[in-house]
């Protein structure tokens, strides 16, 4: 049984004119303004904007033209996504009030394909976090319960659309940025083969790992953002010059045949409500056909250590352009040197700066080898225990994250236990491959449950048809209900 | 392999130093004990023999991306400026560099 496409038909009322865009709109302006003073899931609502947008799909509706696969369908944007004259400040002091002389590609193409993009999304300051809590703006809240946090770093994007203040959303994913918050708002989320989503106007943060992916309320409506957003762009030179898998096509094509591998390395240390919902969506493949084996891939437990001499040592170099000069925050001193220091010393929150130190220092004379070049060959160990286990399963299947949403500042004081909130995440990183979270019931504390299906390079396809059995299977989650909407 | 020694408060200023960042005595005791935990658990990493293995930079290589050389549209200068902190005569203008001219 195929779950609903919501904002699938919504697309389809829209292009059919059963539904205007305007009022499609309204009705999530409306959520927005009921809820999100609770959640704080936006930096910035784009009501004008928006308004603009939804006239120009119904006026295209009116003339007999089609707007686009998502047409009048609302999107909310990950706060590090450029758009061109409207402020984009990744949650960080340094770039409060700065607005992006261009639009990243993502953004160009929803445009394109009729979206209407209602806002900004609250995230953990330039992507550095688990739980949006390093944002600069305070804390987004979980919808599910306002007392936890909604995973991170695309925390916000994921509440707007367990909060239904817009169908989809765009986040990026660098260690799990966005299969995180998915799994602990109950929303699906994907990342993507890394250079199938243009990188082309996203704030970089490891740029080896950055990719940008869909947030939606079902598998079927992922696939159809992931449609839209992907395929080559000249203007990102990592973006891959090939075939991007189309698929909608496939979805519904079932996993009889298929062999899924249940990651035995992802059960170690996950909550063993977490563990038993994981091998029961494993059973759900199985009684849908599909060949089902525990799989070791030793290599993956290394990954949370690689990665954060990795991401750290490429953000401290990215992040090296926040000077003060070109564009957002000055703190003003007599000389340029003096210029720099203060503006980043007072623009950045502690994790950026946490960060940046930790990258300097792993890339310093001395200690490089040891640590960075090191990090660089355990990639390849992680790249190379995938590949053997990609010989004897089609996927691989394990929680998205050890546990369901903690409280809000349960980790903050201490980040190598917030870092470790990303083990199930980062080796899909590592390797470049795509990744899919799937909610799938909740836990013994009635939170939401996540569940992650990994495919080598340029499987999603694949990756989506066991989510969507995965997704048919899974025990019913009753939506947030949140005070100001009761 | 061998494992680095532990991180110092002093490495800590001098990388911060690097990185052009000013910390208080606070935040240098602070950040001197979660970076050294962080790269305490990186030792398993460090510590691994991995001699002979080549280093992976990027998991999805691609090489020399090129373009025809044509001009394409570029960023309006206006609109770029208008978003620094201060310009001058269409350029950005920062603080003195060298000191004063003599």
Given at each position: ?486 | ?102
């Amino acid at each position: 049984m195929t779950a609903p496409r919501p904002s699938t038909a919504l697309a389809n009322a829209v292009r059919s004119g059963a539904r205007s865009a305007l009022e499609v709109l309204e009705e999530h302006l409306s959520a927005i303004e009921a809820g999100d003073g609770e959640v704080h899931a936006f930096n910035l609502v784009t009501a004008d904007e928006a308004r603009a947008q939804a006239s120009a799909v119904d006026r295209t509706v009116a003339a007999g033209d089609d707007p686009g696969l998502l047409a009048g369908v609302p999107v909310a944007l990950k706060d590090n996504l450029c758009t061109r004259g409207v402020p984009t400040t990744c949650s960080s002091r340094i770039l409060e009030g700065w607005s992006p002389p261009y639009d990243a590609t993502v953004v160009t193409r929803l445009r394109n394909a009729g979206a209407v993009m209602v806002g900004k999304t609250n995230m953990d300051e330039f992507a550095m976090g688990s739980s949006t809590e390093t944002s600069a703006f305070g804390p987004t809240r979980n919808p599910h319960d306002t007392s936890r946090v909604p995973g991170g770093s695309s925390g916000g994007s994921a509440a707007a659309v367990a909060a239904g203040f817009a169908p989809l959303a765009l986040g990026s994913d660098t260690g799990g940025s966005i299969r995180q918050p998915a799994a602990l708002c109950g929303v699906v989320g994907m990342k993507p083969t890394y250079g199938t989503v243009s990188r082309f106007g996203l704030v970089a943060f490891a740029s080896s790992l950055d990719q940008i992916g869909p947030f939606a309320a079902t598998v079927g409506d992922a696939a159809l953002l992931f449609d839209v957003i992907g395929g080559h762009d000249p203007a990102d030179s990592t973006s891959l010059n090939r075939p991007t898998p189309r698929v909608l096509s496939v979805l519904d094509d079932g996993v009889a045949g298929l062999t899924v591998g249940v990651l035995t390395e992802f059960l170690v240390g996950a909550d063993p409500d977490v563990v038993a919902r994981t091998r029961q969506a494993a059973d759900a493949c199985a009684n849908a056909g599909a060949r089902v084996e525990e799989i070791s891939v030793p290599e993956v437990a290394y990954g949370l250590s690689a990665y954060y001499l990795i991401a750290p040592g490429e953000a401290s170099s990215n992040l090296a352009r926040y000077d003060g000069v070109r564009y957002g925050l000055r703190v003003d001193a007599e000389d340029t040197a003096a210029m720099n220091t203060a503006t980043r010393s007072q623009g950045f929150g502690a994790e950026v700066k946490r960060r940046i130190m930790l990258g300097t220092y792993v890339l310093s004379a001395g200690y490089m080898d040891a640590y960075y070049n090191q990090a660089l060959r355990v990639r390849t160990k992680i790249i190379e225990g995938f590949a053997v286990a990609y010989q004897r399963c089609d996927v691989l299947l394990g929680p998205t994250a050890p546990t369901t949403a903690f409280p809000l500042g349960a980790k903050t004081g201490d980040p190598l236990t917030m870092y470790l909130s990303d083990v199930c995440t980062i080796p899909t990183n590592l390797a470049g491959h795509p990744a899919i979270s799937v909610p799938f019931g909740t836990g013994d504390d009635g939170l939401p449950i996540g569940i992650q299906v990994l495919g080598p390079a340029l499987s999603e396809g694949t990756i989506l048809k066991v989510a969507a059995v995965v997704e048919a299977a899974a025990p019913d989650l009753a939506p947030p209900v949140l005070a100001g909407r009761s | 392999m061998t494992e680095p020694q532990r991180l110092t408060r002093d490495d800590v200023a001098h990388v911060a130093d690097l990185a052009r960042l000013e910390l208080t005595d606070e935040e240098l005791d602070l950040f001197t004990g979660q970076l050294a935990q962080v790269l305490d658990h990186a030792a398993d990493v460090a510590s691994l023999d991995l001699a002979g293995v080549k280093p992976t930079a990027h998991a999805m290589a691609v090489t020399n991306v090129l373009r025809p050389d044509e001009i394409t549209p570029c960023l309006d200068r206006d609109e770029v400026l208008a978003q620094a902190p201060a310009v001058e005569d269409h350029r950005f203008r920062v603080p003195s560099i060298l000191g004063e001219a003599p």
